[in-house]
């Protein structure tokens, strides 16, 4: 009888601390969820604004507006997903703002080109950009090194679109000091993620390859970048953000199965 009882009470604790593995699991993945919709819409905050001043300058038009469709409806997509689960009360603040900026920002994109609506733009971007970082704050509970490999890869990206952000809305004729130096800060960020990458040693042969390319490539972008004061190679600067995102493209993949399993 004792050992019946033993053998109950054994599956019991089992039972329980199986429960709490699974509660667990299911927590930090929901965390993750919530971590990945605020670095998206930091993301589109970035892309916004670029598409307005490329499309404005007729440079890519075309992509450029297919460029803000598209991320107005991904911006609708993660507010939603956000609005979905329980958030902290300072974060329903920021989740009522965000409602706010969505739409005057919308209505901004739909409005004719001029440098008066673009600099109204970069508010709206640097207001979600502030928002989506607090949320992001609140959830970076990484327990795992591919999960901060994973938010390592999306801030390369982000920065990314904000260094041809700052780029072409300073070609465009906003050249603010401010604007320029923010892109200077963005590419140094961009480079200290890049060692990070670099050392992994975790890598299949597809994102060897990528991280080698990046690599290479880098010290060219960089010098377009960091040349924004000249201002006169905006679809180089699109071109050369455009093949570094396309081989991030390709280890932010390999990250996000490892951290989240898709």
Do not use: C
């Amino acid at each position: 009888m004792k050992n019946i009882y033993r053998l109950l009470l054994t599956k019991i604790v089992v039972i329980l601390l199986l429960s709490q593995v699974t509660i667990a699991s299911a927590t930090n993945e929901q965390e993750l969820h919530i971590l990945e919709a605020a670095e998206n819409i930091a993301f589109i905050s970035q892309k916004l604004p670029m598409a307005y001043f490329y499309k404005g300058k007729g440079i890519r038009a075309s992509v450029a507006k297919r460029n803000i469709n598209d991320g107005l409806m991904d911006l609708d997509k993660d507010l939603k997903y956000l609005e979905s689960v329980v958030l902290g009360a300072e974060e329903k603040n920021v989740m009522l703002f965000f409602g706010f900026t969505r739409d005057e920002m919308k209505e901004a994109l739909a409005e004719d080109y001029s440098l008066e609506n673009g600099a109204l733009i970069m508010d709206y971007s640097e207001s979600l950009l502030e928002g989506a970082e607090l949320i992001s704050a609140k959830h970076k509970n990484l327990n795992e090194i591919s999960e901060t490999m994973l938010v390592t890869v999306e801030k390369m990206e982000f920065l990314l679109e904000r260094i041809n952000k700052f780029y072409i809305a300073h070609y465009s004729g906003l050249k603010d000091e401010v604007n320029v130096s923010q892109l200077k800060l963005a590419v140094d960020e961009f480079e200290s993620n890049l060692i990070k990458i670099t050392v992994y040693k975790g890598f299949h042969a597809t994102q060897k390859s990528s991280v080698k390319k990046i690599n290479g490539f880098w010290p060219i972008a960089k010098r377009f970048f960091l040349g924004v004061e000249e201002g006169s190679l905006p679809v180089i600067v699109m071109a050369s953000s455009s093949s570094l995102k396309k081989e991030l493209g390709k280890i932010h993949g390999f990250f996000r199965k490892e951290a989240i399993g898709g």
